[in-house]
């Protein structure tokens, strides 16, 4: 389809382990966002995209975490040494400006045993 | 401390009748304001918005309200329908980040046949 893509949907980490989640944009949309979404939550910032530079990742919660957008289009948001609290849908997002309208992937759920 | 609050975490109406779903918010820096429905295992779409140099905005059965001096928005769906049951979302932006929307933790609305 032509919405914004992220897979894996689900994903079953070990506490320790490192995850990649991928998210394929809008094709043509400029501007990529991350938001963590917590049980019960609404979504939270985590980081925002501007073509392949990060222009803000003052919501990633530690230096676990790393995103990153080399070709300005798919982006991969990595967690290193997952912790039981990174469990949360970790959501995408693309806008063709800025955050006005943004338009969300399906989103992919990390559980942390 | 929450920058965007939706305080009802559920409302449920009577289809046909109208729904009324609040947000708070507590930065005068924000001057753009959006909704967004959540269906379950589903990412958030975008419903409506306002800039903060309006303060209605109509879209079909829905209507958003901005209330400056007291901070507060409101979505009015009327009339009410049962494929309208989902998460709703408050979102705000200050315009000068423009990767940074702040959500509320949304309101879950049940409209009853």
């Known amino acids: 389809g032509a919405g914004v893509s992220q897979s894996p949907r689900y994903k079953v980490a070990k506490r320790g382990q490192d995850v990649a989640l991928r998210c394929d944009p809008i094709s043509g949309h400029v501007s990529l966002f991350w938001y963590q979404q917590a049980l019960g939550q609404g979504p939270e910032f985590l980081t925002y995209?501007?073509?392949?530079?990060?222009?803000?990742k003052s919501g990633l919660p530690s230096d676990r975490f790393f995103a990153e957008r080399p070709e300005g289009s798919v982006s991969t948001l990595k967690i290193q040494r997952t912790q039981q609290e990174d469990s949360a849908v970790y959501l995408c997002?693309?806008?063709?400006?800025?955050?006005?309208?943004?338009?969300f992937g399906e989103g992919s759920r990390l559980t942390v045993l | 401390d929450q920058q965007v609050k939706q305080n009802s975490p559920s409302l449920s109406v009577q289809e046909g009748r109208i729904s009324i779903l609040n947000c708070d918010y507590t930065?005068?820096?924000?001057?753009?304001f959006l909704w967004y429905k959540k269906y379950p295992a589903e990412g958030p779409t975008f419903l409506i918005s306002?800039?903060?140099?309006?303060d209605k905005n109509e879209d079909g059965r829905f209507t958003v309200f901005l209330n400056k001096s007291a901070k507060h928005l409101s979505l009015h769906i009327v009339p009410s329908q049962p494929g309208d049951s989902a998460v709703y979302f408050c979102a705000a932006n200050n315009g000068g980040s423009q990767g940074n929307l702040i959500f509320g933790k949304g309101t879950k609305l049940s409209v009853k046949p």
């Open positions: 995209f501007q073509n392949e530079a990060q222009l803000d």
């Open positions: 930065n005068s820096m924000f001057d753009y």
């Open positions: 997002a693309s806008s063709s400006q800025g955050a006005g309208e943004l338009f």
């Open positions: 306002i800039s903060s140099i309006k």
